[in-house]
């Protein structure tokens, strides 16, 4: 019950990541990425999952991790790490938004390898039960 009620959090975590994409730079990537989590969560809510689909997501998000690390990396070398959450920052140093796409990217792969446990425990459950 209680990763049940984790999981709901994560859900409703990832609708609101969703909701506030829509003034983002390229706000149909962001909130697609988003709401894509929100569905996978809100589906181990109710023990459903599909596997081909959250391998296809996590196939995606390396990817797009793939083209934010140079961002990574020069904000992790730059002065300017502590304006990670300043709006203003962003506008300035481009790094710093591909930065912060980056770690949200990392959170959906982290949110991800949950999901497949989640799954894997339920599958047990499901044979225990047989």
């Given at each position: 019950m209680t990763l049940k009620v984790l999981t709901g959090f994560l859900s409703l975590m990832f609708l609101v990541f969703a909701i506030v994409q829509y003034n983002d730079p390229d706000p149909g990537l962001w909130i697609l990425v988003y709401g894509?989590?929100?569905?996978?969560?809100?589906?181990?809510?109710?023990?459903?999952?599909?596997?081909?689909?959250?391998?296809?997501?996590?196939?995606?998000?390396?990817?797009?991790?793939?083209?934010?690390?140079?961002?990574?990396?020069?904000?992790?070398?730059?002065?300017?790490?502590?304006?990670?959450?300043?709006?203003?920052?962003?506008?300035?140093?481009?790094?710093?938004?591909e930065a912060r796409e980056f770690m949200g990217l990392l959170i959906c792969l982290l949110v991800l390898q949950y999901l497949f446990y989640r799954e894997r425990q339920a599958k047990v459950l499901k044979q225990k039960s047989l």
């Open positions: 894509a989590m929100f569905l996978a969560c809100a589906a181990s809510v109710f023990d459903r999952y599909s596997s081909p689909l959250m391998i296809g997501m996590v196939g995606g998000y390396l990817v797009l991790s793939a083209l934010h690390v140079e961002g990574m990396l020069v904000w992790l070398n730059s002065a300017h790490r502590k304006e990670i959450f300043d709006d203003v920052a962003k506008m300035q140093y481009p790094y710093i938004e």
